[in-house]
């Protein structure tokens, strides 16, 4: 079965009891039994529910996995990769990478006596001077969030199994459609559903994805022992936005390109972020490993002036001032204040995080109607 197939069929089937095409949501904590253990397969929604399981088997399906997990966020699904973890384990992660990571992996995994280091792994052979025996698993995020750095997951895949280390990548801003790291090596795929797969911005959820049983296992037993699993509407919700990701981010990409091209001609513009360009430092491991070069695109202008980044945010009206992207409206938002506050200031700046860094999620709606957006914002 191709992508675009699968998006909409892929290890789905219409529900057992009536025939229904989508399946029931399944609105109910627990399931009866005809003798202690006597069940149909589910006994306790933590553990598993059916709209979950027609979910989790879609996520299986469109990252080419065997197994997924889906979570109550895309934070609570990182959580349960870091919980493989023990004390004295080591970590090499993207440097840049979403600001909300980074306050995980060092307020709280760090208190646990996990150690992380921070690389730029723009070239993969960074990767290998930080292994050690403690060693034990590579993040990686790709395109990162919001400087648009190209991992080139082939590489850090090669580095990872040579090393016997476990492989996560962050798929949230490229989606299967773009880019499957499953089937370029990796050993775990994340998602924060929140965002392309969901589609429209109205729920949270994270989401784990597995081609190896035992790696599987061990993730489902931190899913149903710690509990932050997802519930039954949102499950529904997400599945529903994953039977359209397809056509979305075709859209997504062709107004991704057209407001990185107009941004790139603005006098006022200084630089623009998108792996599409031909001088993007990684534009080749973009053009290989990406099926196209999606819909996110940052941007900083000349000066670097702080006010003027948040007057021309404040500015626009059809990419709305908000955290969050990957749904079909246009969204815009300022790193330095919003999304990557919790890195501090020197790290941020260090990947690229300036004051006049304006991150866009661009959305679905009519190219011109964006641009005129941006030619009215930034003058
Ligand atoms: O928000 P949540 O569903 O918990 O997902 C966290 C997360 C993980 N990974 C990446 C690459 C992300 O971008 C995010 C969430 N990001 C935003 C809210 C944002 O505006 O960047």
Not at 12 to 27: F, N, R
Not at 202 to 216: F, N, S, T
Request: with cysteine; net charge negative.
């Amino acid at each position: 079965m191709k992508f675009n197939t699968k998006t909409i069929h892929g290890n789905q089937e219409p529900d057992k009891a009536y025939g229904s095409v989508m399946p029931p949501i399944y609105q109910t904590t627990t399931y009866a039994q005809t003798t202690p253990g006597g069940h149909k397969g589910y006994e306790y929604s933590r553990s598993a529910n059916p709209t979950r399981t027609a979910l989790e088997n879609a996520f299986a399906s469109i990252e080419n996995g065997t197994h997924a997990m889906a979570f109550g966020s895309g934070l609570a699904a990182i959580d349960a990769v870091l919980k493989l973890l023990k004390s004295g384990d080591e970590v090499i992660s993207t440097n840049d990478l979403y600001g909300g990571t980074y306050r995980l992996f060092t307020k709280i995994f760090e208190g646990f006596g996990i150690k992380f280091h921070f690389v730029g792994m723009e070239n993969a052979s960074n990767i290998e001077a930080y292994i050690n025996t403690n060693t034990k698993l590579i993040w990686v995020e790709t395109p990162t969030n919001p400087m648009m750095n190209i991992i080139d997951i082939k590489a850090a895949a090669l580095v990872a199994n040579k090393h016997n280390i476990l492989l996560a990548v962050d798929n949230t801003f490229a989606t299967p459609y773009l880019q499957q790291p499953l089937d370029l090596g990796a050993d775990i795929v994340m998602h924060s559903a929140t965002k392309y797969l969901g589609g429209h911005s109205d729920v949270v959820m994270g989401a784990l994805v597995v081609k190896d049983k035992g790696l599987a296992d061990r993730l489902y037993f931190i899913q149903n022992a710690s509990g932050a699993v997802c519930g039954p509407q949102d499950s529904f919700l997400v599945l529903r936005g994953i039977k359209t990701l397809h056509i979305r981010m075709q859209r997504h990409c062709e107004n991704g390109k057209a407001v990185a091209e107009y941004l790139r001609r603005h006098p006022k513009i200084e630089t623009v972020y998108w792996p599409g360009f031909e001088d993007h430092p990684n534009h080749d491991i973009a053009k290989a490993q990406m099926k196209d070069f999606g819909g996110m695109v940052s941007f900083t202008t000349k000066g670097n002036n702080y006010a003027e980044a948040i007057n021309i945010v404040e500015k626009l009206k059809i990419f709305t001032l908000a955290e969050s992207l990957g749904g079909v409206e246009s969204l815009a938002g300022h790193p330095a204040s919003m999304t990557h506050a919790s890195i501090p200031k020197e790290a941020r700046e260090k990947t690229g995080v300036v004051d006049s860094l304006i991150r866009l999620s661009v959305g679905i709606e009519d190219e011109e109607d964006l641009i005129a957006d941006l030619k009215q914002a930034i003058g």
